[in-house]
């Protein structure tokens, strides 16, 4: 599968962006798929995912109430409604995609064989 993120973008402290990454492929729905991030300087992250189509959300702690993840799997697209952005989520962010993810590896960036290219958030204060 082929991933494509966009949305990124430049905003102010309190503002919201969604971000978008569409798949290629068969199967969407049989994917688990998540949101990675990583800052300048600093490992990248976790930030949501599901482990399969239907399964529950899972959130970093610094996003929970804040970051909403949605699968449209008509559209083979994976969302990330981020509002209320601060400064510290200022980051590339990266879509990926495994159809072999269990639920104990979902925050695992390693156990993810397809990633996208990385959309760029910016947050200024």
């Known amino acids: 599968v082929q991933l494509q993120a966009s949305g990124g973008g430049l905003v102010q402290a309190g503002d919201s962006l969604r971000l978008s990454c569409a798949a290629s492929?068969?199967?969407?729905?049989?994917?688990?798929l998540a949101w990675f991030r990583q800052a300048p300087g600093k490992e990248r992250e976790f930030v949501a995912g599901?482990?399969?189509?239907?399964?529950?959300?899972a959130y970093e702690e610094s996003v929970k109430n804040r970051f909403t993840i949605s699968r449209d799997n008509a559209k083979n697209t994976v969302y990330l409604q981020m509002n209320s952005l601060k400064p510290e989520d200022t980051a590339v962010y990266y879509c990926?995609?495994?159809?072999?993810?269990?639920?104990?590896?979902?925050?695992?960036?390693?156990?993810?064989?397809?990633w996208g290219q990385g959309t760029e958030v910016t947050v200024s204060s």
């Open positions: 492929g068969r199967a969407f729905s049989t994917y688990a």
């Open positions: 599901f482990s399969r189509s239907g399964g529950r959300a």
């Open positions: 990926a995609a495994d159809r072999s993810i269990i639920l104990s590896e979902l925050r695992n960036y390693a156990a993810y064989d397809f």
